[in-house]
């Protein structure tokens, strides 16, 4: 039996890690960089638990397979890129699959050089040799590095004193600003995800479950296309929105309930963060829309002042303007705004950030501030804007009408030359919503539930 190596770059995706390699080894200059890829998942199923690359590995080499090392050496006069391997094995791929092999992945990978990973000790220290500065992630948890410790300590670059830098600093910086191939990706996922908040919208009606949403939900993203998730769907009714990290899904659906999902599936890797919330029997009564109306102001607003040179602080200030006159002009906070805003009282009911980085991982790599300050937005960077209002229940001098209201509304940004383009094409209008809540085809539904 031989099993057929089934990972394929396209032309682009090849073309942008070659980009990335460039760009990586020009920050490093006459260093040497060493980077692996991700253990084996530790879980009970052991080798057998769903396999996530390292996503700075997977930036800089496409490469899916574990046990694998990538060393990257500008300075060498015949090669620059090398990836370590395993060897294909017969036994191994009959259990675990098809393994590209030394031979196959350069080709497929578009690596200068690939050796056995059985040769690591012997060419690393040759290398280390030559370089002036090496940059690894030296952190505990990296296991595969423990055969490399030693080389490292006992190289001649070691002994006369050179530094060690964090690797991962490097790629992070690199990885904020996304290219084309990341921008696509982003793009599908964020459709995807889309489609799937708007079939639970559809799904949804008094009387089902937080999970029975979510199966839909789910359902859609793999079907579409998504291989999975990028992080555990948050779908909390009623009053279990006011807790921001919810993800039991246990809970029965009932007339008059808000439902919150908080979802994004992956597409190539790079993961859409969408949330939405709307009304499981199809109307918002006046409290939620009221509170609804207020945090799509504040987002939407958020999102117009998204352009280079703009701070994810003015834009935070901003929202928490907006939030605080809200809740002042509806009676739930009390006071004039300088008052509120000045004694951060608004914080009681939007606890969290306006948004974060987003990429492979859906909080992404790279720094907010540098030496302290604050970096203003640049063109490449994608950014979620997700304000929100949660009212806890028996929060005392709030009417009780408003309790247990809780409304987040998220979006995933990417700022532009001139401004922004918004990946999220799910519909968020109070209407909008509305109209889409209860509509999913009745052959559909049965589908879905068999009650
Ligand atoms: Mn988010």
Redesign the pocket.
Known sequence: MKLECRTRLSESQLNALRRRRKDFMNLIGNGIAILPAAKPGDSPAGDRATYRQDSDFLYLTGCPETQALAVFIPQHPNFQSVLFVRERDALSELWNGPMMGVSDAGAILGFDQVFALSEMEKKIPEWLSHADTIFWDSSPEQEFFEQLRPLLQGSRLRRNGAEILNVRDVIHELRLFKDDVELEALRRANQIASSAHEAAMQFVRPGVSEFQVQAVLESVMRSAGSSQLGYPSIVAGGSNACCLHYNLNTCRLDEGDLLLI?AGCEWNFYTA?I?RTFPVSGKFTGEQRALYDLVLESQIKSIAAIKPGAKLSELNDLAGRILAEGLIHLGLLKGSVEEVLEKKRHKDFFPHGL??W?GMD??DVGRYRIKNVERPLEPGMCV?I?PGIYVQPGTADVDPRWHGIGIRI?DNILVTANGSENFTPCAKATSDVESLVGTMSPQLSTFFRTN
């Open positions: 908080d963060d949330t948004g974060h987003l859906v909080h979620t997700e998220e």
